[in-house]
């Protein structure tokens, strides 16, 4: 058998409702002033108030960061980061998608231990200890609640990334209750986001493992099953903790078997259109996917006979196929822009992008096929 190591947060909790026992999960870590680090449409939605009262009821001291901005600027966490200092604050909550998690997590390490971002992009290069922190995501996508990662742009428009266990938290919380509101763009969006997470850590080059394997299986299962539920009927609680439970093992799947190139050429979109995280990977994925079939049959067709039940008995070429064809149809579906050029990206920019993801290496090494700058442009330009 082959060695691997895995690491997630030490404690994940499920429960409808759950963001209303924040106070008593937060008073366990020891946490007294709480920094909690969300963004103005759930503020506008009502979705913080549970929190914020069971917080108070506990006996905390809560200051409400508001401002995540999408795709976090490195100035945004900054004033985040001054905030929380200010208030002196002994713990972090992050509560809402991918961007403000993304955020807490370099508030709970940079207002412990000081450190320029520059600094500490790359993997492993972050150093701790950090304050208590306790995620709770309301949109099923990410999976950041349960990452090493948080991504940021730099003032050059590029996504970077700060990778180190120290950004795992000390609780991870999902509660189905919190989605029930999502509209079915964001839905469609950040459920696709989910999917791309499950199929690159199945098929990830460098660090594949049985324990990231059998999460990302479920995870793409739950998901294909209950996405076009989630999007046409937002309020069904069992479909919406489905969508949140498969969101949280493809997460858990990546963060230890890590994306390769629908991620890279993502992340250029985003920095420069910025482009919905989910709807960057949306647009490139189908045209990824049939880049890489030819060095991925065997993988693609597993993945295939798992959400296919019709592909059980059927060899590799066909499974793969047909899990390709699959996902194409079902992206095809989804309520937003379809090509880059749908979505306002400028065909002269194609080169520029591609040139830009092929500074992505450190996810480019995972794919399972090597990328060139050819190969990029020619994705971008079948995804145009």
Do not use: W
Request: proline share 6%; charged share 15%; aromatic share 6%.
């Amino acid at each position: 058998m082959s060695q691997f190591s895995f690491e997630t947060a030490p404690r994940l909790i499920c429960e409808q409702g759950g963001a209303n026992r924040l106070g008593e999960i937060a008073s366990g870590l020891g946490i007294s002033r709480v920094f909690l680090v969300t963004d103005a449409g759930l503020i506008k939605a009502g979705l913080i108030e549970g929190a914020v009262d069971s917080l108070k009821a506990a006996g905390l001291r809560v200051t409400v960061f508001s401002d995540v901005l999408a795709d976090p600027p490195e100035v945004s966490v900054q004033a985040a980061v001054d905030a929380a200092r200010a208030a002196g604050v002994d713990g972090v909550i992050g509560f809402g998608g991918g961007s403000s998690l993304d955020t807490a997590k370099l508030v709970a390490l940079l207002v412990k231990t000081p450190q320029e971002l520059p600094a500490i992009y790359g993997i492993g290069l972050a150093k701790g200890p950090r304050l208590p922190l306790i995620q709770v995501p309301t949109t099923a996508g990410t999976g950041s609640e349960v990452t090493p990662i948080s991504i940021l742009t730099t003032p050059s428009h590029e996504k970077k990334g700060v990778v180190s266990p120290l950004l795992y938290p000390d609780v991870a919380l999902l509660d189905s209750c919190l989605t029930l509101g999502l509209p079915p763009a964001v839905t469609a969006m950040t459920g696709v986001d989910a999917m791309v997470h499950a199929i690159e850590a199945f098929t990830t080059r460098l660090k594949k493992n049985p324990l990231s394997d059998a999460l990302a299986l479920k995870a793409l299962q739950l998901l294909f099953a209950n996405l076009q539920a989630a999007v046409s009927d937002g309020k069904d609680a069992q479909v919406r903790e489905d969508m949140l439970l498969g969101s949280l093992f493809a997460g858990m799947a990546f963060a230890n078997a890590p994306v390769g190139a629908v991620h890279a050429l993502a992340y250029p979109l985003g920095g420069h259109y910025h482009l919905p995280h989910g709807l960057s990977n949306s647009l490139v994925l189908v045209p990824v996917l049939e880049f890489n079939l030819p060095k991925a049959e065997a993988l693609y067709a597993e993945l295939g006979r798992a959400i296919l039940p019709e592909q059980a008995g059927a060899n590799d070429a066909v499974a793969a196929r047909a899990f390709v064809d699959a996902i194409r149809d079902c992206v095809a579906t989804m309520p937003y822009a379809q090509t880059l050029r749908e979505a306002g990206v400028k065909e002269d920019d194609l080169p520029m992008l591609a040139t830009d993801a092929m500074n992505v290496q450190r996810l480019l090494v995972n794919n399972p096929r090597d990328v060139a700058y050819d190969d990029a442009l020619a994705i971008y330009r079948a995804a145009f």
